[in-house]
């Protein structure tokens, strides 16, 4: 009987942490599916490259398949992670990617920001910027002005994001805003 409790003890925290995980895998899994969405939907009005990202090694990164023809030597394909604690680049974001791909491998960590309540469009967003760095590089402006293109022609208008545009001073870049 003390055995049993000792193991019910231990137990105990997995249990408790397990459905908070499937919440985020959920979350993670209907932004990917929205992400996914918008791009299927802009891909016929896109040329085979737009500001610079190789719209076909886009389209494999996001479908989390390997792809060449990015910025990148060789097969490429994106490893998503979820981090629990809002340590290191955590604590300043929602997500991001490691750069340069080791072996292969270009690692998309989501942070405890990314599944805050109420976010949705915010995931998906995330996601269609993100997979520019996984594809194309460090460029910030580059990677919101493809995003927000993605949005508009899925859907005829994208998430303001004045404030991130000043901040990355990409006003003064070879990238607009739709």
Known sequence: MLLLR???LLLLPLCLAMPAQASDQALLDRA???????????????????FGVDIAAYGKALALQAFTGGAWDGSVRVALTIRKE??????????FVRMPPEDGV???VL??????????RLRALTILHEMVHAVAGRDECQAMAFAARIEMLA???FTPVDAYWRANQCAQSRYALP
């Open 106 to 108: 270009v690692p998309l």
């Open 155 to 157: 859907s005829g208008h």
């Open 86 to 95: 809002a340590t290191g680049s955590c604590a300043d974001f929602a997500a």
């Open 111 to 120: 942070c405890p920001q990314f599944f805050a309540p109420g976010a949705d």
């Open 6 to 8: 000792r193991l019910a």
């Open 32 to 50: 990917l599916d929205s992400a996914r969405a918008q791009f299927d939907q802009a891909q016929p009005q896109l040329e085979a490259t737009v």
